[in-house]
Every structure is written in structure tokens, then in C-alpha cells.
């Protein structure tokens, strides 16, 4: 299987898992509700029109050329070293968290998040997924990819 459709794979996969959590949520909890879980975790119905963590909070187009262009810079880097071990899951995760938002935005004109943990913002399932493809990304860059690659060896510098 090519590196490309692994990526569109995971990627796939992120923006399905991504929406149907979303949809659970927004039809399970009320916009006021509050589903307090162990250890200080709360559901809750979070409408974010910002960027990460509601920064920006009334950006509109700016929050979508933002997020559009680290997207196409990611899928730029990509195209030209798909190879390269584990860029591929970076990119598969990433991409899919930001479709998997950017569809909320231009559906309801905000992304829904619902996962609120104490101390941090809430959040979704594909802000988990675009931190996690970023971590991985950051990896990958500097030649640790941990063997997430084909082969499974190191990336060479």
C-alpha cells in the first residue's frame, strides 16, 4: 500500500470517527448541560468559532485561511517526500482533524467540541488528532519516526 493511501486512510478514518463523535455529542448533550466524569473530566456541548483553544474567537476568514494554508503547507511537504517513514500518519492524522473541523465550520459556522477536561479548553476528537499528527510530523522531522514507516528503520537526515 503507497504512502498516499495510507495517509487518505487515516485521514478517512479521522474525519468518520471525528463527525460521528460530534454527532453523538451534540445530540446527546444540551447546549447548558454538563456530564461530569472521573477525575474532573466533563461532557459538555462547546461551540469554539476561534482557532486552537477559541483564539480568534470572531476571526471567520481569517481562522480559515489560517487553517487552509498550515494544511496545504503540510500536504506540499508531503507530495514531495512521501517516502519518508511515518510522514504519512502525520499527515493522515492531521489532515483528517482539520476536514473533520473545517466541515463544522462550514456547516454550523463553528466546531463543535465537547471533551473538557480540568486546566485545558475543551476539545475533539479531531483536535486530539491534529496535536497528535503534529507531534508525530515533528518527529518525523527531525528523523524519529519511531518505525510508523514501511520499513520500519530510522529516517535519515
Not at 507530495?79 to 489532515?95: E, F, K, M, Q, S
Amino acid at each position: 500500500m503507497s504512502a498516499f493511501t495510507r495517509a487518505l486512510a487515516v485521514c478517512g478514518a479521522v474525519v468518520i470517527a471525528d463527525q460521528v463523535t460530534k454527532a453523538i455529542a451534540v445530540a446527546s448533550i444540551q447546549p447548558t448541560e454538563q456530564v461530569h466524569l472521573a477525575l474532573g473530566f466533563v461532557l459538555a456541548r462547546v461551540e469554539n468559532k476561534g482557532f486552537a483553544f477559541g483564539a480568534l474567537g470572531d476571526g471567520g476568514t481569517l481562522v480559515l485561511v489560517v487553517a487552509a494554508a498550515a494544511l496545504v503547507a503540510v500536504l506540499v511537504w508531503f507530495a514531495l517526500d512521501p517516502t519518508r517513514p511515518g510522514l504519512w500518519l502525520g499527515v493522515g492524522l492531521l489532515a483528517g482533524g482539520a476536514l473533520g473541523n473545517l466541515a463544522d465550520r462550514a456547516r454550523v459556522g463553528a466546531v463543535t467540541d465537547f471533551v473538557d477536561p480540568p486546566l485545558w479548553p475543551a476539545f475533539n476528537l479531531g483536535d486530539l488528532a491534529i496535536t497528535v499528527g503534529a507531534v508525530v510530523l515533528v518527529l518525523v522531522s527531525i528523523g524519529a519516526s519511531g518505525g510508523a514507516g514501511t520499513s520500519g528503520a530510522p529516517s535519515r537526515p
